[in-house]
């Protein structure tokens, strides 16, 4: 199972932005569909965004348009560009990963759904302050 370790939580202003890394442990991540997930205190955790082996992004309507997730292959890392934060961001945020394709067959990559993913980061804490 690949390892995670995510980076980049920090506090901001709401408007600012941010980018979370996420590096991956294996030099096989480009065949893994990569997620971002969130979870603030006492909600139930919450896909941000994907992406595939090929680029294909999927995202929450919440942060359509203002996040950017993106995987640098070379350097076996994962990112989430944050941008236009606002307080319902604050959260934290875990990276999580699973091979794009089972017994041979493409396995759809989205954020929807947290069972999907085997492997999950540890986290990092964004806060947003107004």
């Known amino acids: 199972l690949v390892q995670l370790r995510e980076s980049g939580g920090d506090s901001v202003q709401s408007g600012g932005s941010l980018r979370l890394s996420c590096e991956v442990s294996?030099?096989?991540?480009?065949?893994?569909?990569m997620a971002w997930f969130r979870q603030a205190p006492g909600k139930a955790r919450e896909g941000v965004a994907s992406?595939?082996?090929?680029?294909?992004?999927t995202y929450a309507n919440s942060v359509k348009g203002r996040f950017t997730i993106s995987q640098d292959n070379a350097k076996n890392t994962l990112y989430l560009q944050m941008s236009s934060l606002k307080s319902e961001d604050a959260a934290n945020y875990s990276c999580?990963?699973?091979?794009?394709?089972?017994?041979?067959?493409?396995?759809?990559?989205?954020?929807?759904?947290?069972?999907?993913?085997?492997?999950w980061g540890q986290g990092t804490q964004v806060t947003v302050s107004t």
């Open positions: 294996e030099k096989s991540s480009s065949s893994y569909c």
């Open positions: 992406i595939d082996p090929s680029g294909r992004t």
């Open positions: 999580a990963a699973d091979g794009a394709y089972l017994d041979g067959y493409y396995y759809e990559c989205t954020h929807q759904y947290p069972g999907r993913f085997a492997a």
